[in-house]
């Protein structure tokens, strides 16, 4: 099987691309030109086709030549606008979708990465539902946005969304401040940390994606990502588990008020507009800190055959602490 991987050259891309090359398939990964390819070169059966998803042109060349499925995993987190986000989140999965229609007729499946963000938070502290339409940062709706285009498309495209909770593992790049910021004995805890959260560990979720194209599915279902385990307080992931895998003592253990955080994404705004930067701290993005993002997978187990294998509070936190120590990033 040959499948298209956006993202290959991210977190998540990466590790979707790492186990569809151990398995044998061939990976065509999209990557920019400014994307670092040092883990994609050590991988079997990979081919690079430089472009970028807002690019037509590009990803219609990715889509030639026996693509059996793909794997769409790239999207902008953090932006300068949100414009910016839609135009990569939203018209660049359209890109994808109308390249498909047109050049892989036959799909298999096209496996859209989502995210919790697009149907938005919890207000009880319970699952959200999945018909939920309540984003509340551009993020989240630039991602629902992309969801609509692809149910709009799901009798030429045979397609599933998927709608991870927090990713992290292995490569990560943002959860990955919080492991720095508690090997600097600081305490990464956002407001009073009673906000609660489910997470995804990054291979874990890779297989789902993995296992939802022979799934034997409706085309444009939805499913949750997670590891199947309670939600986490702020205060017990942040505060406690990651300081317990690195052997580390926070100094001060007393959180960032709201207030604080939110004055600051001022500054950092008015930072980012003035040096045409992308940045992530921004008022929405607090204000999204302040609500409990929870799902259930349990749908998705049963539906794709799928089971996560990692949890957040038991060794996942851990596997994550070790890779980051072994390859020198802590």
Sequence with gaps: MKVLVTGGSGFLGSHVAEQLSAAGHTVRALVRKSSNRKFLSTLKNVELAEGSVEDRKSVEAAMKGGIDAVVHSAGL????????????????????????????????????????????????RKPVPLDQEKPVTAYGRSKLAAEKEIVARKEKVRSVILRPALIYGPREIEVYEAFKAV??????VIGDGTMIACYSYGPDCARACIQSIDADIPSGSIYFIDDGAEPLSMTRAMGELIPEALGVKPFLRMGIPFPVLTLASFGVEAYGKVRGKAVMLTREKVAMLRHHWVCDSSKTQTD???????????????????????????
Excluded: M
């Excluded at 660049?92 to 498909?100: E, I, P, Q, R, S």
């Excluded at 799928?306 to 851990?318: D, S």
């Design 183 to 188: 090997k600097k004995h600081q305490y990464p």
């Design 304 to 330: 794709l055959g799928w089971k996560p294998e990692v949890r957040f509070g038991t060794e996942g936190v851990h596997l994550t602490a070790k890779w980051y120590q072994d390859n020198g990033w802590l």
């Design 77 to 124: 987190v953090k932006a300068r606008n949100e414009a910016e986000f839609f135009e990569v989140n939203t018209q660049g999965t359209v890109n994808l979708l109308d390249a498909a229609i047109e050049f892989a007729p036959n799909l298999k499946r096209f496996v859209h990465v989502s995210s919790l963000e697009a149907c938005g938070p919890s207000l009880d």
